[in-house]
């Protein structure tokens, strides 16, 4: 029982850092707006150098992530990153066009110009948001894989988990998971239009620009998202059954996320209260003459609605990924998470999280607590 709880914590607390990398892409919406010819030269290293204040808290919690994932339910890591391994080696590389861009973009010597490098930005913008909306479609819609741990005593092949021949490239090609990889990118471009008029001062041209931007793509995003919902909660998923000790079978159930939805009530409470806040700050953001506050509310209610959906991919004995090719080979919050010495030493390290974040709050106040201007960008030293 103890193993078990531990096991459901761990889930809520990959789920926090998923709600809150989803928010933190808004980094890579404002990347995705860089190549736009309406924009000037100091609009667009206005808008370069607002992000890079906040671009390694996206490049982070994307590490912890994938990190607290690896420890807390490693044959999800060892199917997802070792098998579907053409997907993740995309993102990858998209994230570290970003890393290269912000440390090269305006450093002496740079012989290939700002441009190159905002293309750059540009490239980790769309397909950093897309991909990983199509990786964590994958909880929902499942994946082409298989499980045999028995394999690991094959000394000539101890691969206990198998993936498609494609290697996650078809997880691209299924139009649900791409229906949310484009949600995620609309979300986070919205959101990123709402942090510039937070952050920005001096330009009132840039501000009413970003009010069109999130117009248009908060727009977007609400279309596309009320079809994803649709398809989510219309579409069939597993249950996991014990059929005796040690033995576990996964039995199709018809609108089974709407039916978590149901029977896990804060889920549904988490969902409309941030489907509200994101909401409020959208459309105020858009009808007022000059309100800088939307980001918050709609990054607040993104959180919740992140943690909603991975709360009804785990929990309620529902597989977080389910295997198309051989539903046996599923995975669960249960057969796939460490041992309970590891998710115990893991979660007393788990304690210093407030203090993490209570520093990256401090951090994001202190290089924020004033917008940046034009003025800035022409007097300082250090721009990106």
């Known amino acids: 029982m103890l193993t078990y709880h531990l096991q459901v914590y761990w889930w809520f607390i990959i789920s926090l850092l998923g709600a809150i990398l989803v928010f933190l892409l808004f980094v890579q919406g404002g990347q995705s707006m860089l190549l736009s010819s309406k924009r000037n030269r100091m609009q667009i290293s206005l808008m370069v150098n607002s992000l890079g204040r906040k671009w390694e808290l996206s490049f982070t919690t994307l590490v912890v992530f994938g990190g607290a994932f690896f420890a807390s339910f490693p044959l999800f890591y060892s199917t997802s990153f070792g098998g ?95 229906l949310l990889g484009f949600t995620v990118l609309f979300l986070a471009r919205s959101q990123a239009a709402m942090f510039f008029m937070n952050n920005i001062a001096g330009d009132p041209i840039l501000y009413r620009r970003n009010r069109r931007t999130l117009l248009i793509n908060g727009t977007a995003f609400v279309v596309l998202f009320l079809v994803f919902l649709a398809v989510l909660l219309t579409a069939v998923g597993y249950r996991s059954v014990s059929v005796s000790e040690g033995i576990v079978m996964f039995e199709p159930v018809k609108y089974k996320f709407a039916f978590n939805y149901i029977e896990m009530w804060w889920c549904l409470v988490a969902l409309v209260a941030g489907v509200v806040s994101v909401l409020y700050g959208m459309f105020r953001a858009i009808f007022s003459v000059h309100w800088t506050k939307g980001i918050w509310y709609s ?86």
């Open 84 to 178: 579907a391994y053409w997907l993740w080696m995309l993102i990858l590389f998209s994230f570290t066009f970003q890393a290269v861009s912000y440390e090269f973009r305006s450093r002496k010597g740079n012989i290939y110009g700002t441009r190159v490098f905002d293309i750059l930005l540009f490239i980790n913008g769309c397909l950093g948001c897309v991909l990983l909306g199509v990786a964590v479609g994958m909880f929902f819609f499942g994946g082409e894989f298989t499980v045999e741990k028995g394999n690991i005593l094959n000394a000539s092949s101890p691969v206990i988990s198998r993936w498609a021949s494609t290697h996650g490239l078809e997880a691209i090609c299924d139009w649900r998971n791409l």
């Open 299 to 384: 990054g607040a209610g993104t959180i919740l609605v992140v943690l909603s959906l991975f709360w009804v991919a785990g929990y309620n004995d529902t597989p977080y990924l389910v295997s198309i090719t051989d539903s046996a080979s599923s995975l669960t919050i249960v057969n796939s998470s460490s041992t309970q010495y590891t998710l115990e030493v893991m979660s007393w390290v788990s304690l210093l999280v407030p203090f993490v974040a209570a520093y990256i709050a401090y951090v994001w106040y202190k290089m924020g607590a004033k917008p940046i201007t034009p003025r800035e960008i022409e007097s300082a030293d250090h721009k990106y």
